[in-house]
């Protein structure tokens, strides 16, 4: 690859980097409490503004990817193109089918603006979908999925190693926050169920995740 073929790939790996910092500094407590205490309004939006700024943040990355794809690495083909397809289309089908365990109006932001509400802190439920049962971040898992099973360009490589990077990252950070929130709930869950990558042997069955949401001993 030309010197030159390289400055848009450092470029994109680059927007990346500054995305994620700047989308974990504005998912933070601390930078959640300044914003909203100089501008009080601010809380019930948070939420709503903080998505939209993150969709509109990602428009010039993909352009980007879109504009200089950088050299073609390697192509799914034949049984394995098939495969990478089926992986591809049944993470599709995860997020679809786990978006019912998720209150999305609370997700994007829309249930706080119109219920005005000041909290800014997390206050979701202990609550475990049947892919929880597998592994601590199913949303991450078949994110994970999807990204790696298409045909690797240049840029595409670029953005799966980042994407990855900071899904590691951010599970990882996520936890310190639901270990802080939940307590020995949460400690009891992580010790029985992986994080990304299921494992036949370590998972909760229905009857054990109804014990745990409920707070009750998980047995064996």
């Not at 991450?140 to 240049?154: E, Q």
């Not at 990882?172 to 869950?189: K, V």
């Not at 995740?209 to 064996?220: C, K, N, Q, T, W």
Request: hydrophobic share 50%.
């Amino acid at each position: 690859m030309s010197e030159t073929g390289l400055v848009p790939l450092a470029l994109l790996a680059g927007l990346w980097l500054g995305y994620f910092l700047l989308h974990s500094a504005l998912a933070s407590l601390a930078v959640k409490r300044r914003l909203t205490g100089r501008w009080p309004g601010l809380a019930p939006r948070y939420r709503l503004l903080y998505n939209g700024l993150a969709t509109l943040l990602l428009l010039p990355i993909l352009w980007l990817m879109w504009r200089f794809p950088g050299p073609m690495l390697w192509q799914w083909r034949g049984a394995w193109g098939w495969l990478a397809d089926g992986l591809a289309l049944a993470a599709i089908a995860g997020f679809l089918w786990t978006l019912r365990y998720y209150r999305g109006m609370d997700f994007l932001g829309l249930a706080q603006w119109r219920r005005g509400e000041q909290s800014i802190a997390d206050t979701e439920d202990f609550c475990l979908s049947p892919l929880h049962r597998w592994v601590r971040h199913p949303w991450y898992a078949l994110g994970l999925v999807l990204i790696w099973s298409r045909d690797m360009s240049g840029s595409w490589l670029v953005s799966a190693a980042a994407i990855s990077g900071y899904l590691l990252v951010g599970s990882w950070l996520e936890e310190q926050r639901l270990c802080r929130q939940f307590g020995a709930r949460y400690a009891e869950y992580r010790r029985r169920v992986p994080g990304l990558i299921p494992r036949p042997w370590r998972h909760l069955s229905r009857e054990q995740a109804s014990r745990l949401v409920g707070g009750e001993p998980v047995g064996h």
